[in-house]
């Protein structure tokens, strides 16, 4: 069996002695739990560990995984530069894990190194299983701004890399959990916090994987969770297996949630394909809503989907309503994809001869030319949902207070420097954050004079 066993284990720093200097006896429980953990790890005897942490290269768009022959690394940041470590990587794993990824136009890979030492997300781990398990290369996985479902498929594809070596493979998810659990915590406390904690230890303690894609990604923020996705990456490394799973411990005594549960597989059961399921239900569900999509996001998608097979935009059809053809207004068009945007682009003011030839235009750029993401595939456009949001006449405000983030949009603007922010977005609950957001969109500093204006909209699709 490829994947042996699987843990999901915190990192925080003071459960060092060196680092706690005393302090770590109060997650006592933690300590003996993550014993226990590398006692199990031992006993598979692995020929690689692999470790995916949210402390090593993060990119939004692509999984980075560490490229040469070894990684170094200490605690000095933490005051113990003498707790250190010498780990040798897998190379034969990484670049099969490479070649599949490259083959199959999956985004991961050894690009982009930036921090060659290795995090305190992987290294707490190898504190404990170096002391039980001195054998075994590592494999350090990053963890992306991309879905939960493209975390879960790396983990399935670091699997089949590991089968078609015959590797031997524990696969270790480094993450604490919410951050948020006490005022006297590292980011005080949020009511989503506790019922992460709770939520997340129930279902790991079940092992029931598919649960992991519905927690929401604005809760998760609010959470302040830190572990999540190497969880999912994890469960897609023990895809289609039987689980058994045992919760060794949870603490929240700092303010930060530790959690300590391990998974060990057994035979095949079809029964956990837990992404196939997932992705069977959202496209049902996707097809279902878009038959009854309105002219104007049926337009839009008309317009992305023509331009995507053929690479020509696409005539004005003859049969739109007239608030299509007779009107003038500046749009936004937004695209998301599993939960997550995909691409957004508009006009602040009409620069086309009537509101149809305005979505049709910007349907194509947000799916083709929006700076922060690649292009949208043929094989992404049935996941893709739309939204298009039509703007009122642009007004001036005198100040913030004016703002109602979830009523209006906001324009920024400094001399030929200009910034827009759509109306009720996820995780905007505040006109100083909206403002603030602006900005940066259009390269203006907080300490820089802003003329504001606001605007509202019709908004067609998503969040209809």
Known sequence: MTVAAAFMVPHPPMIIPQIGRGEEAQIAETIRAYEKAAEEIAAEEPDTIVIASPHTVMYMDYFHISPGHHG????????????SFHELYDTELVRQIDGLAEERGFPAGTLGEEEPELDHGTMVPLYFIRKKYQKG????????????????????LIREAGEKLGRRIVFVASGDLSHRLQEYGPYGFAAEGPVYDERIMDVCSRASFGELFDFDEDFCRKAGEC????????????????????????????GVGYGVCTFHPGGTDSGRRFLDRRLAEREAALAEKRASEDAF?????????????????LEMPADLPAELTDARAGAFVSLHEHGQLRGCIGTIQPVSENLAREIIRNAVSAGTEDPRFRPVTEEELKWIEISVDVLGEPEDIDSPAELDPRRYGVIVSNGGRRGLLLPDLEGVDTAERQISIARAKAG?????????????????????
Request: glycine share 12%; aromatic share 6%; hydrophobic share 35%.
């Open 227 to 254: 572990g999540h996705r190497a969880f999912v990456m994890m469960a897609g490394a023990l895809d289609g297996m039987s689980v058994t799973a045992r919760q060794l411990s949870h603490q929240d005594v700092t």
């Open 297 to 313: 996001v049926s337009l839009a998608r008309q317009s992305l989907e023509h331009y995507v097979r053929t690479g020509r935009p």
């Open 72 to 83: 170094d690394g200490s605690f000095a940041r933490f005051g113990a530069p003498e707790v």
């Open 444 to 464: 203006i500093s907080p300490g820089e004079p802003v003329e504001l204006k606001r605007f509202e909209v019709v908004r067609h699709g998503k969040e209809d």
């Open 137 to 156: 290369r590592i494999v350090r996985v990053g963890l992306s701004g991309l879905p939960l479902e493209d975390h879960y498929r790396l983990g399935q």
